[in-house]
């Protein structure tokens, strides 16, 4: 999820091996940082994977094919409480806008502002074809002082949805369990703070990671002021109760679980997936999802509302958790039905049917299938979809798997 602030080195120099648009050059972690690294922009487990995993229509396959392959567009967000937004969103258009359309360069597109987010905007130019643009060389100035000065954060559009969802109101008490670097606490806190400078609500924001809540602290917050937020550094799984000044013990309105997970929606940001990805990626972290969000649930106030996101597409790691979730619940948590939310977003329902593989892409239908002992730690019961009587009770289909257009799936949120 970090990003390099280096530059990228696009150098052909294995000129006619594979097209241009499917190799991702990058100069971060070579050695001395000289030269570039090649990444061939394919994976055909992946792609059996999914095909297999009946997520989107097949007939679709190769427009999310080709989706992956391109590069991430560029966005960013005004800040949500800032009182000069709109005075610095004209100020934007005004001063840029109308000299990419008068330069009729094909190549320049002017950001848009997203349907279901007007204060967002996306270019599906690519960061280092903004930072490279004469014409949009300034633009991209703009941007980068503006994010200096907290009025406005570049961040990828699909992680503004699950606080979009949480929606927290200046009352509430919200937990985020992984939140590090901290775009989605950002998010939550300018919402707390939309209609109360001094907001009675706070955020809790978690991470296990102590350079990681570091970078949340002295990089993300530094640039919001408020004394609504408390970072602690815990395994999410086993975050504490905690009690008030009143030794009352604090459960939260809102909870969102963002949590760890392969990664393998951000294949256009981490291009090392491409050469690593396995389905042993999902199966790995999957019961640690269900620990971390389990324990989300158990800190959520009855009414309260709670996301559950991960950066993947894979059910293994998204309704298999999701469906866990609700089986151990009985009852107590339920899926709430989000299409009217958001409604220019585009979305796929989730599913109810998935299939389990192993590293090797083997099939397994059932436990029965599982022979060699060292596999019964990996191929547990919870990976597998749910019972037909179940499903019924669950609809995993109100939960959402966004996608805007191609360009914009990766993160999948469940809503209890
Ligand atoms: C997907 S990233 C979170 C992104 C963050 N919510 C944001 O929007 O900027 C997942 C985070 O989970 C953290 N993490 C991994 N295992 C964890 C655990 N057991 N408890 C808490 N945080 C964990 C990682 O350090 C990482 O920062």
Redo the contacts with the bound molecule.
């Keep these: 999820?970090v990003h390099s602030s280096r530059r990228r080195n696009f150098n052909n120099k294995k000129k006619g091996h594979e097209p241009r648009e499917n190799k991702w050059r990058d100069d971060r972690d070579a050695p001395g940082n000289q030269g570039y690294r090649e990444v061939l922009k394919e994976n055909e487990k992946y792609w059996e994977y999914y095909k297999q995993q009946n997520v989107f229509p097949l007939e679709q396959f190769d427009e999310f094919k080709a989706a992956l392959q391109r590069d991430l567009p560029v966005s960013f967000r005004f800040q949500g409480c800032h009182k000069d937004r709109e005075q610095l969103i004209h100020e934007m258009e005004n001063r840029f806008f109308g000299k990419i359309v008068e330069a009729e360069d094909t190549a320049v597109c002017v950001p848009k502002s997203l349907p279901w987010y007007k204060e967002a905007y996306q270019t599906p130019m690519s960061r280092t074809a903004v930072r490279s643009h004469p014409i949009l060389a300034q633009l991209h100035n703009f941007l980068v002082t503006e994010a200096e000065l907290g009025n406005l954060s570049r961040q990828e559009a699909v992680?503004m949805i699950p606080p979009l969802l949480l929606a927290p109101t200046s009352e509430h008490y919200v937990l985020?369990?992984?939140?590090?670097?901290?775009?989605?606490?950002t998010q939550l806190l300018e919402m707390i703070h939309e209609n109360d400078e001094n907001p009675k609500g706070m955020v809790i924001a978690?991470?296990?990671?102590m350079k990681?809540c570091y970078m949340l602290i002295h990089h993300t917050l530094k640039r919001f002021r408020t004394a609504a937020c408390a970072v602690t550094c815990?395994?999410?799984?086993r975050f504490p109760q905690i009690a008030d000044s009143d030794g009352g013990l604090i459960q939260f309105d809102r909870v969102l679980a963002?949590?760890?997970?392969s990664g393998d929606g951000t294949l256009r940001k981490n291009p090392e997936i491409w050469k690593k990805w396995t389905p042993q990626d999902g199966l790995g972290l999957h019961r640690?999802q269900i620990a971390?969000a389990r324990k989300g649930a158990q800190q959520l106030k009855v009414g309260g509302r709670m996301v559950y996101s991960t950066?993947s597409m894979n059910p293994i790691e998204d309704e298999a958790v999701v469906a866990q979730l609700l089986r151990d619940s009985k009852g107590s948590l339920k899926l709430v039905d989000t299409s009217k939310m958001l409604p220019e977003l585009k979305r796929e329902n989730g599913v109810n049917q998935w299939k389990v593989f192993d590293r090797d892409m083997k099939l397994y239908n059932s436990l029965e299938d599982v022979s060699e002992e060292k596999m019964k730690k990996v191929i547990v019961p919870s990976l597998f979809p749910p019972t037909e009587e179940e499903a019924k009770e669950m609809n995993l289909h109100y939960s959402s798997f966004f996608e805007q257009p191609w360009a914009l799936f990766s993160d999948v949120s469940y809503f209890f």
Excluded at 176 to 183: I, K, N, T
Excluded at 206 to 209: A, E, G, R, T
Aim: one cysteine or more; hydrophobic letters at 40%; charged letters at 30%.
């Design positions: 999820m992680s985020d369990l992984c939140a590090a670097p901290g775009s989605k606490t978690n991470d296990v990671d990681r815990e395994d999410a799984a963002d949590v760890i997970c640690m971390i950066c």
